[in-house]
């Protein structure tokens, strides 16, 4: 089973801290995905990463960056939390299907992250 | 860009009854759609996903969907409902990115299950 998991379930911080949110995947997996999870928007990409130190912004890039120095660990990295960016954070993770099979990547997902900011 | 709209933001049903959560999407090319199931305090499950062929296709639980392109939709149906299946669900369209398939996904139907 693939697995996906997330340093935190719950934090609280408080406005200008800088925040670390962690995930690891345990299927040696070349993409990693960081969402945010709002009430009626669904979610939403933040960024992405298809290999180690490559990163590609996503619908929402503002106010995030993010890490990847090993490909089994995604870092979401809030510079400065704002409370716009209290949220339920989620990481998932896929794997490249072989070409010509017809097939397309399925994300797994962590168990999400709720953030508070303060 | 594709979008996906899932007109039903809360449903409820009642136990043994039949349930269909609606799902339509916006995309130019061949869709490659998802249904995805999150419990409470819990992340997203994949219930089920259709690439090519067959437009009924059978998931987890025993739900299932249809893909119609004609109505550019892939609603959800279930034919009897168990108290258990009570969470949020989200229908997903891929669309290929950098990283394989890049998701984007409706807004989410809350169901709730009356005993």
């Known amino acids: 089973d693939v697995k996906v998991t997330q340093s935190s379930r719950y934090l609280v911080k408080r406005t200008g801290e800088k925040v670390f949110l962690e995930c690891v995947q345990d299927?040696?997996?070349?993409?990693m995905f960081w969402y945010r999870q709002d009430p009626g928007l669904g979610l939403r990409l933040i960024y992405f990463?298809?290999?180690?130190?490559?990163?590609e912004k996503g619908d929402i890039p503002e106010g995030y960056s993010v890490s990847r120095e090993k490909k089994e660990r995604f870092s979401l990295i809030l510079e400065s939390a704002s409370t716009n960016q209290t949220s339920m954070y989620l990481c998932?993770?896929?794997?490249?299907?072989?070409?010509?099979?017809?097939?397309?990547?399925?994300?797994?997902f962590g168990p999400g992250t709720r953030l508070l900011v303060l | 860009a594709q979008s996906v709209t899932q007109p039903d933001i809360h449903i409820t049903v009642s136990e043994g009854a039949s349930l269909e959560l609606r799902c339509n999407y916006s995309?130019?090319?061949?869709?490659?759609l998802f249904w995805y199931v999150q419990s409470p305090g819990q992340g997203l499950q994949l219930l089920l996903k259709?690439?090519?062929?067959?437009?009924l296709v059978q998931g987890i639980k025993g739900f299932e969907a249809e893909f119609k392109r004609s109505q550019s939709s892939f609603n959800l149906r279930k034919p009897s409902v168990h108290w258990s299946d009570a969470a949020e669900y989200f229908c997903?369209?891929?669309?290929?990115?950098?990283?394989?398939?890049?998701?984007?996904f409706g807004g989410g139907t809350r169901l709730m299950v009356k005993p």
């Open positions: 998932a993770s896929s794997s490249p299907v072989p070409k010509g099979s017809g097939a397309r990547e399925t994300q797994y």
């Open positions: 299927m040696d997996h070349e993409n």
């Open positions: 990463s298809y290999d180690v130190k490559m990163k």
């Open positions: 995309y130019g090319a061949t869709p490659y």
């Open positions: 259709y690439f090519s062929g067959d437009t």
């Open positions: 997903a369209v891929g669309a290929l990115g950098n990283a394989g398939n890049m998701l984007t």
